[in-house]
């Protein structure tokens, strides 16, 4: 079953139905103030940070689900007839806009919060933006949500139109509920917020603006608004006014009755509702533009006086001017077009770096579009807020940027640098890592800690990938910090030896290194023996007894590791001023330890069939055939033989067998198997989910693109395509009845073949998933591969795609790929036969190259 | 507008209609398992810990309001007539519950959450229990909830009858929202806990239990059940099978189609609901008895099989013996009538030891009912969990605990003991305390920390307070801990000692006492200069300059190191083993200083008209006609009178005269005035609220029973008692529709007379106030005050009370006690006349005492 379809010229996913099994979602923003919207207009607005600045309220958990944001009404208009009363001398032809008016019939142009059954509904995710149109008695809506480009607001334009072929009265009422800033002090310190709710309202002739301004008597340099471009015949900000006794969202009594209550919020709850009533003739349409603004006054630090009007605060009156010219900004629907195209434009910009035609729509529609906009969301919200991450939590991981970055970086190079500067500054002196840092004072989290052991090292993979897309050597040379501490500036070269010898320095008694707290999976906890409910298994080391080694990190050493060399080969005369001897001096001391490592992850890192996951606090192995569950692990799997561990020998190639085998469904690749029973509170919280679910067995999406990568390094192009394929939300579109979240976006986990529920998916959009499957199927499936000094052209695609063509931007030159297969391999650049697969970078200046391949 | 009465037989307020205007609630519990309950049914369960031990959901800030516990539906169900066919051989004369049948009407018999329109409501909140009666379609319903002495569990009992005068029959649904154990987490942490979620369900021939087992599987000790004592017809354990797409629970689909699903939850939101068939003759009545059960293993630690049915912890059923127990004590109605009439006895005699008959019903039923009964409540939730503390927050204060204690102490001394020793051992070393302590663990909350310098004298506070109820001295020599440290035991009057010289020692320029963070006023910030939005004005302490003096503190130390050096004078030498002349250097050295402070507040400390409030770090005046606004703050006045500070010179008589005239309404006595339009950052909180909200002006009714206090030291009767009923609930009843709370019990705060919407109560249930209120009435008005070794009689009632009786527990006897004016002072007790007015402690064993005074 699927609820809508992909329009792909128009690069949208419609949905068709609001009734999808959860609410299905899309982000609008792109610098600073972001929104989430679904399907049915839920959600929430933020500025920056979805904890410290919520603009308006959300209700994760919320029964009924996905309501409390982002309510319209329309209304149909008729006249009160006063039945008791013999006067029937108004005239039959009176306009349908004379005399006292109250609604006939109610509903939301975006289905919920009303519930009104609608004659016509679509959804239209786009890149950045939304659109629901919807018809109901004649009447057509279409509503077009979306964040302008470097502005701090959620436009919602309204078009109504009356198609009844006669004069109607339409009252349309647009709200918004405010969140006192601090979503979590929001939803806990009612003994204080009740009392606090400030705002002001300013009704003109020509529009009326709401302000919300809880705080700004005191702390806050900042406001919201929720304006609309014409006159209203009321506004309420009061919620127990406009929704009245024991009503939710579905039924305010303002809508009810028609008429406003023109209320002022004292504390409470505060909210914004403007009602406007439109008369429209047959076949009019009308426009509307809401706006939900905020406004700062950084300057306000040093001028406190900024904040009020006529500098006065004792008066207590806002200083509203900057909110007027954001107002101004959008007051016509010509000017909401116009920054329409702007963000159009501004993703046809963004994406048209990689577009690729495979003669498969699906995979087309995912990396041309989706895949890529969903790497951009990553690199917009990391983790922090979704329909699963209620934005009051974690800051950025350390791990979690380093590998998003991998899917972005070639859209935003620019940016992607200024991230890896910021990470590495959360990096400790001894090499290792704070393991999430907050974005807005960018430091590192020390509710959370360090010791993660894999975490250092995805900063060379950060770097490395960054240096192939841009060539930009000049940032190993930058001055960063570690942890944030001033007079500790190093330059990014040396955080990165201080990475990889930290792993280097870190080893068990197997010679592999010593996992931490964890490794990339975060509920492997082995030196955390926790007895205590509640108490996190990622902060309480309470049994270190320094022997739990991971094997996944030993791929990880040899992967990133070798990266580092080659980084210090290539640019370290060149570019860091090392002479030849210290670098070969480097060179040799880390290859050495890669090789140690390598030897003992082939002795005691390989199982027979498959390699160990990890020697736990007792020395025991887990994810071995001794083990009577959680037998064999997917991630080293996936790690090791990326990094080319066994590949020469055949035992890469044992070892996917068996994760085939073993791990394998339709549904994806689980994480382990067979999964835990009971709790092993030697293994910390890997055992204490459901079995099939999350790290115990679910199919974990984010490791799958390992496999398929290491599929392309044993040569099985085939299964690495189908391990691409399985977790492919394009391609599991006709199962979204089972599969549930969105089938344009990753999800973070399905649950897995052991699970009561296989193939249900949860927590989609954020996850590193989409970075993986991106660098997986552009680099590896599709075999783009930027390297230091050219583009490498190496495809895995299964044999029946014959002919592919690839677009990629890279260092200012787009390459216009055709690859054919014909069983002879050649390559030509722009009419020049080329050795090898590496198209040498173009130069500078250079607009177009033209090439072709053929294997 | 008032919305019910008052049944004090019965200990009942007697709500009339579900649409009050704000939830009215109540608290079932009296040990460790707690409820909250409101007039619709709202409200959630929880275990000793409202944060980490949640067993029922509840969602703050809702809309709609109070929605989502405690859901129960009555359906008069209907045949199925099936009009496409044209077979109509069934009999007319079937019996109701023949044939396929659907729901032809529902409604919840608490209201919410169906809201279908009642033919009859009530809800009567008593003693530890709430009943709701309602009729609909000639069905009545009675549904009692409480939780029996010594169980673990909530009974709701329904009575069901049919007066229709024919057969019917009536599906019965009760459902529960689980919550998944940590409140905060449950809210929060959604991309966890949509796979956590796990249930097992018993259905028999006699009864269905359906239980919670969530995290069972790890580290919990502890599941949840939800039963009926009767064959269901279906159950659901998942919700969004219950509720279906869309729905809220006023409308779940289970309900509409009376069909249950037999759902079983596999993670996302497990519920528990129970659906029974009730076929009912004319005239006859069915009873239901729903129980929410909880269930713990502490043996589990040393013994962890014991969780599991046989001890298989790979099979993971639970070992359901201790529900089944539990089951079986109320799965009778008998049973329950049984637990019904313990409970009302147990607080029958709890509330039997003051009881007063003063021709003012509303003073009655307050003194002998409500007051105390909130005493009780402040005991036991602490400031944990209401409508208005979300139960996710802080633990019990140092200073709130020691104040409850006043209002408790005489119901339940021996519980009392035992919370002053657990609050001594939160005190540190050098006399300072933790600002808060953590119930579970009893230890001092380190986030919010010490340095509010009134904190320690109210441990002084606290220990009078007992000494004069109990005598019992031994208290003192208790050996108890500083900052719960193993070692550090002292005798409890070695932490008297260090409290007072706490105060001694930590004194400013002008020899007032140091404020440090705050003094009983949170918002009075004089070290904290925040302009970071969010900042905790509590914990920050960024300008310390050692000269913010606290004059309200002065009064405290006056009041409290007097009360210290009298404990020492009676006990020292009779039961702490000292000898007289070191309680006489102690005695004398603590004089002196309280001379001292006296000296100090009458100068430094007098502002002419009133006491200052304070002096800030700028060494400024804070509260004096200096400033513009802010002159003069309630605190100072109410507790330096209450120390006796100017009762001779007059000056206190002027302090109140200000008062009244400057901060009271008819609403009650205001914090301060006039207050503060702009923010102060050297004043820090109390000037971030709104106008005449909270700290910022409001009434903040804990402090208006210092004021009436203080009226009695002046002589000013008549407005003592004003003061006394100006905030006092059961006189607001007819306000209702203004003051919003519950007419039975106090809230922390009133809006005051400068905001925009006076008399507005909030906060109620959890506040100081219920105890000092207790205090004032009880000890000063009415005049019945405990000392160390007699009963003093000092009444201060306005002269229109003519006569007055009095019954008082003290010590074991029963002191009954007429007090008459005759305006002739005499005091005779069994018989006797007595000098004074001060009736001797009566030797052990006398059972009653009868008293006559006149005045």
Not at 242 to 261: C, M, Y
Not at 281 to 298: A, C, H, N, T
Not at 380 to 407: H, P, V
Not at 671 to 676: N, S, T
Request: include cysteine.
């Amino acid at each position: 079953v699927q609820y809508g379809h992909f329009d792909d010229d128009a690069r949208e996913y419609v949905i068709e139905t609001p009734a999808t099994p959860l609410p299905w979602i899309n982000y609008l923003g792109n610098e600073h103030f972001f929104s989430l919207i679904s399907n049915t207009g839920g959600g929430y607005s933020f500025y920056r940070d979805a904890k410290l600045r919520r603009i308006t309220r959300y209700r994760y958990n919320s029964v009924p689900e996905d309501s409390g944001s982002r309510n319209y009404y329309i209304s149909l208009m008729e006249p009160v007839t006063d039945n008791t009363a013999d006067d029937s001398s108004a005239p039959a032809e009176a306009p349908a806009s004379a005399g006292t008016l109250r609604p006939a019939l109610t509903w939301s142009p975006t289905f919920l919060p009303s519930k009104t059954p609608l004659d016509a509904y679509e959804c239209r995710h786009g890149m950045g933006y939304t659109v629901f149109r919807a018809a109901k008695a004649g009447i057509e809506t279409e509503l077009t949500a979306f964040v302008p480009l470097h502005t701090t607001a959620e436009i919602n334009h309204l078009a109504v139109k009356n198609t009844t072929g006669r004069e109607v009265v339409v009252d349309v009422t647009g709200s918004v509920e405010w969140c006192l800033w601090n979503a979590v002090d929001d939803s806990s310190n009612f003994q204080r917020n009740l009392s606090t709710g400030e705002v002001e309202v300013e009704q003109t002739e020509t529009s009326t603006m709401l302000y919300h301004k809880t705080e700004f008597k005191e702390r806050r340099d900042h406001y919201a608004f929720y304006s609309v471009n014409e006159p209203t015949v009321g506004f309420d900000t009061c919620r127990a006014d406009f929704l009245g006794k024991f009503n939710g969202w579905d039924t305010p009594d303002v809508i009810a009755s028609g008429e406003s209550k023109n209320s002022i919020a004292y504390g409470w709850y505060p909210i914004a509702a403007n009602h406007v009533r439109l008369t429209l003739q047959p076949g009019e349409e009308r426009m509307l533009v809401f706006l939900l603004g905020y406004v700062e006054f950084p300057e306000a630090a040093e001028h406190p006086e900024v904040k009020w009007q006529d500098g006065d605060a004792k008066a207590g009156i806002i200083n509203k001017q900057p909110a007027h010219e954001l107002f101004d900004r959008f007051n016509t629907s010509e000017k909401v077009f116009a920054a329409f195209r702007e963000l159009r434009a501004y993703w046809d910009e963004l994406l048209g770096g990689f577009q690729v035609t495979t003669g498969d729509e699906r995979l087309d529609r995912m990396v041309n579009i989706w895949n890529q906009y969903q790497c951009m969301v990553t690199f917009n919200l990391s983790r922090s807020a979704s329909y699963y991450e209620s934005g009051m939590g974690r800051g950025m991981g350390f791990r979690d940027s380093n590998q998003d970055l991998l899917g972005f970086v070639h859209m935003i190079p620019g940016r992607a640098r200024e991230r890896i500067l910021d990470i590495a500054a959360t990096q400790l002196p001894d090499g290792s890592a704070w393991h999430q840092y907050q974005p807005l004072t960018k430091k590192g989290n020390a509710d959370i800690g360090g010791g993660f052991n894999d975490d250092p090292l995805w900063l060379v993979a950060s770097v490395f990938a960054y240096l192939n897309e841009t060539g930009d050597a000049s940032v190993l040379r930058e001055s960063v910090q570690f942890d944030n501490a001033a007079g500790s500036e190093q330059p990014l070269i040396e955080h990165l030896r201080r990475s990889v010898h930290y792993t280097m320095t870190h080893r068990g008694p197997h010679g592999l290194p010593l996992i931490g707290r964890a490794d990339w999976n975060d509920c492997l906890n082995l030196n955390c023996f926790s007895t205590t409910p509640g108490e996190s298994f990622q902060t309480v080391e309470n049994n270190d007894t320094g022997v739990a080694e991971s094997v996944f990190i030993a791929g990880m050493f040899v992967l990133y590791g070798e990266q580092y060399c080659q980084i210090l080969e290539r640019y370290g005369a060149t570019d860091l001023n090392m002479d030849d001897s210290s670098v070969a001096d480097e060179v040799r001391d880390v290859r050495a330890a890669v090789a140690e490592v390598t030897e003992a992850a082939m002795t005691a890192g390989w199982d027979g069939d498959w390699f160990v996951r990890a020697y736990d606090a007792l020395g025991e192995k887990v994810g071995s055939h001794v083990n009577d569950e959680g037998q064999i692990y997917i991630e080293p799997q996936g790690m090791c033989v990326m990094a080319g561990l066994g590949v020469q020998d055949g035992r890469a190639a044992t070892a996917l067998a068996s994760v085939k085998e073993r791990l394998t469904c339709r549904w994806g690749t689980a994480i382990l198997a067979p999964a835990y029973t009971t709790y092993h509170v030697e293994l910390g919280e890997i055992s204490t989910y459901p079995v099939g679910y999350k790290e115990n067995g679910g199919i974990f999406c984010h490791n799958n693109p390992w496999i398929s990568i290491a599929e392309t390094k044993v040569g099985d192009d085939d299964e690495a395509f189908e391990v691409y394929r399985r977790t492919c939300p394009a391609y599991l579109e006709p199962y979204s009845d089972i599969h549930l979240t969105e089938p344009y976006v990753y999800c973070q986990m399905v649950a897995g073949p052991e699970s009561p529920t296989p193939g249900q998916g949860k927590n989609s959009w954020l996850t590193g998933t989409a970075a993986w499957t991106f660098v997986d199927v552009s680099q590896f499936l599709l075999g783009i591969q930027p390297t230091f000094d050219g583009l490498r052209l190496d495809p895995h695609m299964p044999s029946r795609f014959g002919q592919l063509h690839v677009e990629r931007l890279w260092r200012g030159t787009r390459y216009l790929i055709d690859i054919e297969r014909t069983g002879e391999r050649s390559l030509v650049v722009d009419g020049q036969p080329v050795d090898g697969n590496v198209i040498p970078q173009a130069p500078a200046g250079t607009e177009e190259v033209n090439v072709r391949l053929t294997i």
